[in-house]
C-alpha cells in the first residue's frame, strides 16, 4: 500500500480506483489552489503525487517529497515540474497527452473563429439592444476565415489536429513551423514545413502549439509582430510565456496584428490589463483547452493509471521524455 496526494479534487471514481488498489488517497478539498507551503509538507510522506499544471513542483518540491516514486501532471504540457531533478533523484513524471489532443484543438480553431468574426463583441452588441437592423457595413465587420492561410508554429498532436481542421474544413493551405518535419501532416494535409520568418509573413492566422522552453520563451517579440500581417490574427492555447504580452498589447494597439484569441497568459492567472482593456477582434478565455466535460475525466483516468502502473512496480503509461 502506498500514498497518494492529489493536489486537487478528481472524480469519484478515479478516487475510488486507487483505493481499490490498496492506496491510501488524500485528496485536497479546496477551491483555491494549493499555496506552496502546504505543498511542501503535503508531499513528505507520499509516494504518489497527483498535481495540475498550476502547482509548481520544482526541486524543493520534490526534495521534501522523500519517498515519492511518481509525479502525473494532470496535462500535457509539464514546464511546471522540475523534470531533471525528478528524474535525477530516479522519479518518474507524466503527463496526459493524446486525451485532450481534440479538445484543445476545437477551442484553438473556436478561438481563431471568434476574433476573426468578433463573435464576442457581436454578442454584447446584440445583448445590449443596439441591433435595430441588418447593416451592409455593420460595426463587427469580421475577417474571411475559410481558404486563408493558416500558420502552425508546433506541430504536434495539437498543432496537427487544428491544421486538419484547417484543411478538411476551412480549405486552408497550412504552413508550419516546428523543430522536426512532419512528414503525416505534409502528406495528409499539403502542409508545409517553412522557416518562422516566412510563417509570420505570409500567414492570416497564426495558431501557437509549441511546448514553452528556452527557445520558444518569447518567441513572439515586437520583431515577430512586425514580421506578421496588419490583417493577421495570433492564437495561443499553448503557454503564456511564449508571447511577450508587453509586445502583443503593443502589436495590438499599433495595428501591427489585427486581432488575438489567448487561452493562456505571461503570468497566469493574471491577464495584463492591456490585454483586458482591447476589445476589438481580442477574445479571452481563461485556460480552458481541456476543459470539456469528456476530456477533464480522460485526464484523470490517465493520471491515476500512471500512478498505478508505476506504484505497481510497473513501467509508467506516459512518462515525459
Ligand atoms: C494544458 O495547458 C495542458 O498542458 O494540458
Not at 502583443?248 to 492591456?274: N, S
Request: charged letters at 25%; a negative charge; hydrophobic letters at 45%.
Amino acid at each position: 500500500m502506498a500514498r497518494v496526494f492529489l493536489t486537487c479534487r478528481v472524480f469519484p471514481e478515479e478516487v475510488a480506483r486507487l483505493r481499490d488498489a490498496g492506496h491510501s488517497v488524500e485528496m485536497r478539498d479546496a477551491a483555491e489552489p494549493i499555496g506552496r507551503d502546504e505543498l511542501l509538507l503535503r508531499v513528505k510522506d507520499v509516494e504518489g503525487l497527483v498535481c495540475l499544471l498550476s502547482d509548481r513542483i520544482d526541486a524543493a518540491v520534490i526534495t521534501s517529497g522523500e519517498r515519492l516514486r511518481i509525479i502525473a501532471n494532470l496535462g500535457v504540457g509539464t514546464d511546471n515540474v522540475d523534470v531533471p531533478t525528478a528524474r535525477a533523484k530516479g522519479i518518474v513524471v507524466t503527463n496526459t497527452p493524446g486525451a485532450l489532443t481534440e479538445a484543445t484543438a476545437d477551442l484553438s480553431f473556436a478561438l481563431l473563429l471568434a476574433a476573426a468574426r468578433r463573435l464576442v463583441e457581436a454578442d454584447a452588441y446584440t445583448r445590449s439592444g443596439a441591433f435595430r437592423s441588418w447593416e451592409l457595413l455593420p460595426p463587427h465587420l469580421g475577417l474571411d476565415v475559410h481558404g486563408k492561410t493558416l500558420g502552425i508554429v508546433g506541430m504536434g498532436r495539437i498543432g496537427t489536429a487544428v491544421a486538419r481542421r484547417g484543411r478538411r474544413g476551412f480549405d486552408m493551405p497550412i504552413l508550419y513551423h516546428n523543430r522536426h518535419q512532419n512528414e503525416e501532416a505534409e502528406r495528409d494535409l499539403w502542409a508545409r514545413f517553412v522557416s518562422f520568418e516566412e510563417l509570420l509573413r505570409e500567414s492570416d492566422f497564426v495558431c501557437v502549439h509549441a511546448p514553452l522552453s528556452r527557445e520558444t520563451h518569447h518567441l513572439f517579440d515586437r520583431d515577430a509582430f512586425r514580421r506578421m500581417k496588419n490583417t493577421a490574427i495570433l492564437v495561443n492555447v499553448a503557454r503564456g510565456p511564449i508571447v511577450d504580452e508587453e509586445a502583443l498589447v503593443w502589436a495590438l494597439e499599433q495595428g501591427e496584428i489585427a486581432g488575438a484569441g489567448l487561452d493562456v497568459y505571461e503570468r497566469e492567472p493574471a491577464v495584463h490589463p492591456g490585454l483586458v482593456a482591447l476589445h476589438d477582434r481580442v477574445v479571452l478565455a481563461p485556460h480552458i483547452g481541456s476543459a470539456t466535460a469528456e476530456t477533464r475525466r480522460g485526464l484523470a483516468r490517465i493520471a491515476v493509471a500512471n500512478v498505478l502502473a508505476v506504484l505497481a512496480g510497473d513501467a509508467s503509461l506516459n512518462p515525459v521524455a
